[in-house]
């Protein structure tokens, strides 16, 4: 299937919202920004890097790549609206492949609320999949990074380690249990809660990508505070202590330095009540001498994902 | 330089348009849609195939990769304003390059009154560069593939055939003329002449990046008409007739099939005045009864360019 036949097939089943104008076909489309703002992010995964095409088939990876994209958008406190998708692959790609990551991209996609209006298609020796959401604040503020203050409290919504057991599961050559192997291969980031931590105050937000301390990392440096998370506070799933205790893992570092299950993590004022599925994990406190920091239990945590580790 | 290192020095000198409320370091920018709609599209360019690091400095290849997509945005009588950027590339990737890249992407967005308002960074085998553009229609309806009627006359402006000539030159180990391999390494597509064009009242509108007689193909099969280009039209420069006859070639088939120059052709409808730079090259008529064709002075062309080897 040549370029242009695999961008025909593509194309022609895609759903499209009813205030999307110029959908896929054209040089660009042209969709709805009703209110006069867009919010636009790209994610771009690559095979062997963020996926691998032995361990997820194509439509494993096509969600994949479009839930860990709208993640971004659902941090902003928007909904995400339309996705444009830019795939490169080796020319001994299955089309099978090709055609699953498609479907998956679409599927994630219109289960979201959005729709793919567009892409490119090239030849390259390594299958990249380049995933640019837009997304719709609906006449809300966005909700940044920097916002966190003294006082706010800290809580998150979303699986937390379920991708990082999955892919040391995957690495030791096993398949199962299947929740984790399937958390790795696609992520349930939880898109609509991004809105409604907007909507009840949230101060501050992102998607846990690099891992929770890492991405609250981002957070303090960019509100210039100090995070502290309490342990006792964050869940552990009864899986992930079996597996752990199976693999010689603490389940902790995965739940403390996993990336790729996307849930969101945000700051709201001391006393707001948090909305349905977010839950307390620690509090926003002034920076010290040595700048913002993330804390576990009041200490630096010495781990391999720990917050040190990115800066 | 690690990853973190690198986006904070990319993001660090980003010039911004006063209407972007929320630039680039956030989970997502927040871009203003003044006419509530907005116009995207997404290139993705991979070493080797759309470009040569060994041919062009990162500075070129940012600037080409930013051109190229912000050439599709002007094919639908748009105005760019905002590119959001993802880069992979392999860890032996000279830190010099990658920041050439990122200050080319950076000027040729400015220069067109946009500006770089996000990205990703990753690593990959394969350097490959997804940009993707938002562009602002300003109240003004999309030019699109399909609106070309019998009748309507066909027009270009910008260079055909001086990409195709460039790298014919590079690749036989050549390095000038300077004119035709800059082109080659940085193309100029006139990106205000779209929005020009679709003023004057452009039925249909494509920028020519597989060769003109592909892309009018596109037209031809997406408005059901045929299109006849007029041979004695069409400017061949004398740079191009020159290199050609020292190699050996026909500079003819660079202006006809050549890529990567990022001309605009568009169809007005007949005895419509063209607006400034663009010239007349041919005329669209009814397609027969094997439907949609592109012909030139008639005649189907044969070369390896031609619109049929791309059905």
């Known amino acids: 299937m040549g370029e242009f036949e695999l961008i025909a097939a593509i194309n022609q089943d895609q759903p499209q919202r009813e205030d999307t104008s110029v959908g896929p076909g054209d040089d ?21 890097v963020h ?16 839930l860990a994209a709208m993640a971004d958008i659902a941090a902003m406190g928007a909904a ?11 020319g001994t790609t299955p089309t099978d492949l090709l055609l699953g990551i498609a479907k998956g991209l679409r599927e994630a996609a219109v289960e979201a609320g959005a729709a793919v209006v567009g892409g490119d298609t090239t030849r390259s ?34 699986r937390l380690g379920w991708a990082a057991a999955g892919l040391t599961i995957l ?20 898109l609509s809660a991004g809105i409604t931590a907007a909507a009840s105050g949230a101060t501050s937000m992102i998607d846990v990508s690099d891992g929770l301390l890492a991405d609250l990392g981002h957070i303090a440096e960019a509100s210039g505070v100090s995070i502290n998370i309490r342990r006792a506070a964050l869940d552990v799933n009864p899986r992930l202590v079996e597996v752990a205790s199976a693999l010689g893992k603490d389940p902790m570092e995965w739940v403390l330095s996993g990336g790729d299950d996307h849930p969101l993590v945000a700051t709201f004022p001391h006393g707001a009540s948090l909305p349905p599925g977010w839950q307390p994990i620690g509090t926003v406190g002034v920076a010290g001498d040595d700048g913002p ?9 010495e781990g391999p994902g720990g917050w040190d580790h990115f800066r």
């Open 125 to 158: 020796e390594t299958l990249t999949i380049s995933v640019t959401v837009l997304g719709d604040l609906r006449g809300a503020p966005p909700v940044r990074r920097s916002g966190a203050r003294p006082g706010d409290e800290v809580a998150v919504t979303g």
């Open 28 to 48: 660009a489309a042209v969709v709805a920004a009703p209110d006069g703002r867009v919010v636009v992010s790209v994610d771009m995964l690559v095979d062997g």
């Open 293 to 301: 920091t993330v804390t576990v239990d009041g200490s630096r945590h």
């Open 171 to 190: 690495s030791r050559g096993f398949r199962s249990p299947a929740a984790l192997v399937n958390a790795y291969r696609v992520p349930e980031p939880p």
């Open 80 to 90: 995400p609206t339309s996705l444009v998708v830019a795939v490169s692959a080796p």
């Open 51 to 66: 996926f691998r095409s032995d361990w997820a088939n194509g439509e494993q990876i096509g969600r994949r790549a479009a």
